[in-house]
Nanobody
Framework: QVQLVESGGGLVQPGGSLRLSCVVS????????MGWYRQAPGKEREAVAN???????NYADSVKGRFTVSRNNAKNTVYLQMNSLKPEDTAVYYC???????WGEGTLVTVSS
């Protein structure tokens, strides 16, 4: 059974950084495209970034240049490095095995002074 478990969220001041982790079990991140999504209060869930099986990355315009998605095949983990955080980045962040119905439970990121 595939499971995705996110961690690394928390409270950070504007301009700060956080690194989210998504530990995957039941399949390998090295052969699957993985994505990060977020859902802010009162808004729909939106795609933030993804990494393909070949290692190519894609980003939403709102985070391009500030966020970096990566993976560690040995740890079967996908990361989202978030820099220069803004209050509008506040959301629950979810990891997803793309082209499947598998989601993590989410981790809350709050950007506030």
């Amino acid at each position: 059974q595939v499971q995705l478990v996110e961690s690394g969220g928390g409270l950070v001041q504007p301009g700060g950084s956080l690194r989210l982790s998504c530990v995957v079990s039941g399949t390998s991140v090295s052969i699957n495209p993985m994505g990060w999504y977020r859902q802010a209060p009162g808004k729909e869930r939106e795609a933030v970034a993804n990494i393909t099986s070949s290692g190519m990355t894609n980003y939403a315009d709102s985070v391009k240049g500030r966020f970096t998605v990566s993976r560690n095949n040995a740890k079967n983990t996908v990361y989202l490095q978030m820099n220069s955080l803004k209050p509008e980045d506040t959301a629950v962040y979810y990891c997803k095995l793309l082209y499947s119905s598998y989601w993590g439970e989410g981790t809350l990121v709050t950007v506030s002074s």
